[in-house]
């Protein structure tokens, strides 16, 4: 994507101006963003940058120049614009939810039609407040076909169960902690990957896999990996969606096959 025009104004302006500062150049990639905590970071940062935006706005000295005020009516452009994109990408975003089982879309009063209904009017660049409140409305009362793991445990079951038969979950004698939501609840899921066998756990603050042949032996008889050996899956959320930790696990073992 080329770089907006607000972006090459605001680097003139920071090129002659000494007042201005960088947060303009810290530009947020979309890289490495991969669930529902990044994507609500997003959302909530964008809105409270319009919220700081209209204070800023409305203060006596909040320009000096026409130029300033281009460059803002220039990332005012983008924003309406890309806003637009992100209700048709929220409505497709609703239907991989419902693709994956876990959202009925005919189960919510009239959701279907709503979220097609934005997705219409987001191309043709006609949504109105009240277009995006019905659907805020809508999706806020829509229920889950399925419920989520609640805590790790409970995750480890879940994926095990979407694996198969080739999953073994294990439990490390004295270390397992069944109510654990933000650490590992001392379970590992064995799983096979062709002819080789691999373990699943969450530790570190992130899903990784083991293979089971490169492990090592300590003096106490405890198992341990090096970090050459250990395929970090790239996932930090302990409750990760387990259809998301399943397809990187698969991932994962066909890259190293």
């Known amino acids: 994507m080329a770089e907006p025009q607000w972006r090459r104004r605001y680097e003139q302006l920071a090129g002659a101006s000494g007042y201005l500062n960088d947060l303009g150049n810290e530009v947020l990639r979309a890289e490495g963003l991969t669930g529902p905590r990044d994507t609500l970071m997003m959302a909530a940062s964008a809105a409270t940058a319009a919220e700081g935006l209209a204070l800023a706005l409305q203060e006596e000295w909040a320009l000096y120049t026409p130029q300033e005020a281009a460059a803002v009516t220039a990332a005012l452009q983008v924003t309406l614009t890309q806003t637009m994109a992100n209700l048709r990408f929220l409505t497709v975003a609703v239907g991989q939810i419902a693709a994956r089982g876990d959202l009925d879309l005919a189960s919510g009063a009239g959701l279907a039609d709503i979220l097609r209904e ?21 999706l806020a009362a829509a ?115």
């Not at 934005?118 to 409140?133: F, I, N």
């Open 118 to 138: 934005l997705a219409v009017k987001a191309s043709g660049q006609t949504v109105t407040a009240q277009d995006v409140a019905s659907a805020t409305r809508a």
């Open 143 to 257: 229920p889950l076909s399925r419920r989520l793991p609640r805590t790790v445990h409970e995750n480890m079951i879940t994926i095990g169960e979407r694996i198969g038969s080739p999953a073994e979950l294990t439990t490390l004698a004295g270390h397992h902690h069944p109510e654990a939501t933000a650490y590992g609840c001392g379970c590992t899921l064995r799983i096979r990957g062709g002819s080789e066998l691999y373990y699943l756990a969450y530790g570190d603050s992130h899903w990784s896999l083991f293979a089971e042949d490169a492990s090592q032996t300590d003096a106490c008889g405890r198992r341990f990996w090096d970090d050459a050996h250990v395929i970090d899956l790239d996932l930090l959320d302990p409750l990760a969606h387990p259809g998301q930790i399943v397809q990187a696990v698969e991932e994962a073992l066909q890259a190293s096959s």
